[in-house]
Structures are given as C-alpha cells and as structure tokens.
C-alpha cells in the first residue's frame, strides 16, 4: 500500500491510495468532482456567486392545462420554451458571469447549461439530497 496525503485542512483531507483492490475501498461522506487540468482554475480560493435550487431544472413540471397539448411535439416544445425562461432567469443575474456556478440538487435541462456556458457560468446537476448540506456549507 502506498498512501500519499496531498492536502489537509479543516474541510477536506485527501488522500491517494495505490495497491488497493476494489473490495477494499470504502465510501465517505463528502464531494468529490472531477474537473480537467484547464479548468483546475475553479478551485482556487476566489469566492464565486452561486445559487443552489433543490428543485428540478428540466422543464419536466405538472401543466394543469393540457388541453392545448396535443401531439409530443408540442410536448417538447413546451419544455424547451420552459428551459429558455429558467435559463434567461439566472442569466439576467449578472453577478453570476464569468465565474458563477449554478448547483442542482435534481436534473438540469441540457438545453439551460448551454445557454449558461456561453455566458462563463459552470453547472453542476444531480448532486442529490445526501450532497445538500456539503454544498450549503460551502455556499
């Protein structure tokens, strides 16, 4: 076994272990998210505006009027027309350009993070309600 300590602080320890078989690891409480080395930027200790929705950001609500849907078609269509609102939304908090992240605890519409993407705001989805307490403290 070789065990390497790569960084200890009051809110995280990480630690690599080599040689070990996979009936052997073990699962923590905690976060961890891969990121490429050109975006290793995001780890840095600046403070980025973030929101945080626990609800789903895929368009994929109840419609109580159904009666002027009538083909899957249209069904698409509303979702997409759903995504669009939500995304110009949070664009038009500028605070969150270049830099901010946007945080779902359920699914966010793929349609929303392009649109995020080209104003400089990172998504991460699907963080769960295990995740939520990790990324309030955080936030």
Known sequence: ENITLINLSEQQLILTIEGLSVEETNL?????Y???????????????????????????YTINDVDH????????????NIANRIAKQMISYTQLHNGGLILCQKVTHPTIKVQLKQYGIDTIDRLSRQNTSHFCYLT
């Open 28 to 32: 923590y409480d905690g976060l961890l």
């Open 34 to 60: 891969e990121i490429s080395l050109v975006n290793s930027y995001l780890c840095s200790k600046t403070t980025r505006s973030c929101l945080y929705f626990t609800i789903s950001l895929a368009g994929d």
């Open 69 to 80: 849907i009538e083909t899957e078609e249209q069904m698409f269509e509303w979702i997409h």
